[in-house]
């Protein structure tokens, strides 16, 4: 795994998604559910996309299965020794899915169905990590 996320882009933390980036700062994935309708979600938005109501922060187990992935060999941008990069949904077992990387694990090996986990690449930004996924053991 990279030592930290940089020189890629770290998210911007605004007050809708700030506890989310610190929280995954301190090793934990969030996910936002609603206390009326039960839905639990991401992306971080403070009011449930169904019913509109506040929602709120549950921690997540942090397991979930590939659901569909992509690989990027090269990008002009991109860190060449973190070259070719997975992009992939991520079935969370909570239910949403997410948009992530799978690192720790040869491109060539990835598939549809695997089961990961949660893992945390820190930033030089303090209160920002990025949630990226692994091969669950």
């Known amino acids: ?16 998604t700030e506890r ?3 929280a995954a700062a301190d090793g934990t994935l969030l996910l936002r559910e609603c206390p009326d309708c039960g839905l639990v979600y991401h992306y971080p938005s403070a009011l ?15 397991d979930g299965t590939v659901y569909s992935f992509s690989l990027l060999r090269n990008h002009g941008d991109w860190p060449e020794d973190d070259l ?6 991520v079935e969370l077992e909570e239910g949403p899915r997410v948009i992530t990387n799978i690192l720790d694990c040869p491109p060539q090996d990835v ?22 996924f692994v091969p669950a053991e």
């Open 111 to 132: 598939e549809v169905g695997m089961d990961v986990t949660v893992a945390f690449v820190p930033t030089d930004t303090e209160d920002v990590a990025i949630p990226v």
């Open 48 to 62: 449930c996309p169904d019913c509109f109501t506040e929602a709120e922060w549950r921690e997540a187990s942090g």
């Open 20 to 22: 989310f980036w610190s």
């Open 84 to 89: 070719p990069v997975v992009f992939a949904y």
């Open 1 to 16: 795994m990279p030592e930290t996320w940089e020189p890629r882009p770290v998210p911007p933390a605004n007050p809708e």
